[in-house]
Nanobody, 123 residues
Framework: QVQLVESGGDLVQAGGSLRLSCAASGSIFRINAMGWYRQAPEKQRELVARITSSGSTNYADSVKGRFTISRDNAKNTVYLQMNSLKPDDTAVYYC?????????????????WGQGTQVTVSS
């Protein structure tokens, strides 16, 4: 069993900052990548940022230069520092984990999602 616990969502004014955290726990053998996605009302879920086990990152064009994704490998935790927030950033943000999980007799690659944390940016 794998769990993702997110925190950090809040209501903030435009131009403000927030830091999201997501901690992974459970039967994780190796984390391949962690990331953040978001879904605004009546829109599809979209990738915000992703970081691989080697530290490679990629970002949505809309957040480049404003958001930074990072990882603490010892804590199996991923962070999303969000600066210069805009009303268009308002969404539920979901943590995503791509990992090799399970016991040696049942090891497999799998993908997991957090429960989501609300970020609201007021104008």
């Amino acid at each position: 069993q794998v769990q993702l616990v997110e925190s950090g969502g809040d209501l903030v004014q435009a131009g403000g900052s927030l830091r999201l955290s997501c901690a992974a726990s459970g039967s994780i053998f190796r984390i391949n990548a962690m990331g953040w996605y978001r879904q605004a009302p009546e829109k599809q879920r979209e990738l915000v940022a992703r970081i691989t086990s080697s530290g490679s990152t990629n970002y949505a064009d809309s957040v480049k230069g404003r958001f930074t994704i990072s990882r603490d490998n010892a804590k199996n935790t991923v962070y999303l520092q969000m600066n210069s927030l805009k009303p268009d950033d308002t969404a539920v943000y979901y943590c995503n984990l791509e990992a090799l999980v399970g016991m040696p007799s049942n090891r497999r690659s799998d993908v997991y999602w957090g429960q989501g944390t609300q970020v609201t940016v007021s104008s």
